[in-house]
C-alpha cells in the first residue's frame, strides 16, 4: 500500500491545523451519545473525540475518494455516450 506524507514546517502546524478545523468547522464539544438527562452527573456534551488532526486527515482522505469517484464517474460517462450507436432507418 502506498503512504502519503504531508509535511508541515514546525513552526506552521498549529496554524495549518487550527486554520483548516476552522474552515471545516470542527467542533471541540460534540453531543455526548450516552448523554441521560435524568443523571444529573451527565454531560450533555463532551469534548470531541477526534483530534484536529485526525479531523484533518478525514478531509483529505474523504477529499482524495471524492475526486477519484467523480473524475472515474465522468469518464465512464463519457465513454458510455460514445459508445452510444444511432438507430438507421427511423425517421
Do not use: C
Not at 24 to 33: E, R, T
Request: no cysteine.
Amino acid at each position: 500500500m502506498a503512504v502519503l506524507t504531508l509535511t508541515i514546517p514546525d513552526d506552521e502546524v498549529d496554524r495549518v491545523v487550527n486554520t483548516f478545523a476552522a474552515y471545516h468547522a470542527y467542533q471541540g464539544k460534540v453531543s455526548n451519545p450516552d448523554y441521560d438527562p435524568v443523571d444529573p452527573e451527565s454531560e450533555e456534551t463532551i469534548d470531541n473525540p477526534k483530534s484536529k488532526i485526525q479531523f484533518l486527515k478525514w478531509h483529505i482522505i474523504k477529499f482524495v475518494k471524492e475526486a477519484v469517484r467523480a473524475q472515474e464517474n465522468s469518464v465512464a460517462i463519457l465513454a458510455a455516450k460514445s459508445a452510444i450507436v444511432d438507430v438507421e432507418g427511423l425517421e
